[in-house]
């Protein structure tokens, strides 16, 4: 059935999920107009889906992805720095973490290990460093 067809692409995602939004925002307020355009979109996405002209299709997510580089990489952004202090926490027992005094990229050495030769993976600057 869905040979020769666009199927659901990041565009048709995001715009059920915003429909799913409109949704809950039309039964919160009792609004009809919302409830319409709620509608609308999800008619549109469905339209996107099962769309054959996949060139035009694939022009406007790619349009769609253009727009929404800087919002996806700014969240990526988040995720990896919330990642990166729960790994912290989670490993603060066993490691001391600091940060490079040249590039300010996060390092790790063991506790207890006394004092360090401590070379940066990322810019290579070599330091000793006194672990407790």
Known sequence: MMVGRNGADQLSRAMMWLGIGLMVLAMITS????????MAVY??????????NTAKRGAENRAYLAKTMQLRTKTAQIKKSIAHR???FKNRKQYRYFK??????????PRGAGQVKVTCGKCGNKFSYISR
């Not at 040249?102 to 050495?109: E, G, Q, T, Y």
């Open 31 to 38: 609004s009809y107009v919302v409830n319409l355009i709620a």
């Open 43 to 52: 008619i549109l996405a469905i339209f996107r889906i099962f769309s054959r």
């Open 86 to 88: 729960r790994n912290r």
């Open 100 to 109: 490079c005094p040249s590039c300010k990229s996060w390092l790790r050495v």
